[in-house]
């Protein structure tokens, strides 16, 4: 794999998808959210931090969990929280 920024994105061998599209922890609420990211680590689909609950964010830091994928159709990118790293793939 290429160089891709950091230590946490080189982990990367393939890119979990979402099973479902929605953020499992916005419908156990009756949230809405705005776009949708999937942990890398345990394949997690939830919602971004522009939609009000910021539910991966929160996951990332309280799970230690480093890299989300964009689950939105047509995007292609990781991004790593502890060192603000972004890549395409």
Not at 53 to 75: D, F, Y
């Amino acid at each position: 794999m290429p160089d891709r920024g950091c230590s946490h994105l080189d982990a990367i061998a393939s890119v979990k998808q979402p099973q479902r599209c929605e953020c499992q922890e916005c419908v156990k609420i009756g949230s809405s959210w705005v776009h949708l990211r999937t942990c890398q680590t345990c394949g997690e689909t939830l919602c971004c931090d522009s939609s009000p609950n910021r539910h991966a964010s929160k996951h990332a830091h309280e799970t230690e969990h480093p890299v989300i994928a964009s689950a939105q159709l047509g995007e292609r990118w990781l991004y790593c929280y502890p060192d603000d790293a972004f890549c395409e793939y």
